[in-house]
């Protein structure tokens, strides 16, 4: 069965950090880009970072630019969002996605994770 599992979520104060991690299983996915999408309470779904194949691009939404960092491991089959200085604001279930390339629209991810819960307390 070909799946992402995130994990590393959880409740956090505000200034912390948080790492997630996705896990794929049923196939490689070492020529996929991934993606990190985020959705709060009562809010669509919104791009946080993407990664292409080689880990040598990323690109980040500019809410999180400069404390989130996305990295892969190949040989491992994850992906990774290191998270630090996180505010309140950063509260939501945190999707990792694989898809052809590295966009930010959600459309161009096929594969989806089931999400892991983040919640920052101020």
């Known amino acids: 069965q070909v799946q992402l599992v995130e994990s590393g979520g959880g409740l956090v104060q505000a200034g912390g950090s948080l790492r997630l991690s996705c896990a794929a299983s049923?196939?490689?996915?070492?020529?996929?880009?991934m993606g990190w999408f985020r959705q709060a309470p009562e809010k669509e779904r919104a791009f946080v970072a993407s990664i292409d194949w080689s880990g040598g691009s990323t690109d980040y939404a500019d809410s999180v630019k400069g404390r989130f960092t996305i990295s892969r491991d190949n040989a491992k089959n994850t992906v990774y969002l290191q998270m630090n200085s996180l505010k309140p604001e950063d509260t939501a279930v945190y999707y990792c996605?694989?898809?052809?390339?590295?966009?930010?629209?959600?459309?161009?991810?096929?594969?989806w994770g089931q999400g892991t819960q983040v919640t920052v307390s101020s």
């Open positions: 996605a694989a898809g052809l390339n590295y966009r930010r629209s959600s459309y161009y991810y096929d594969l």
């Open positions: 049923g196939r490689s996915f070492s020529r996929n880009g």
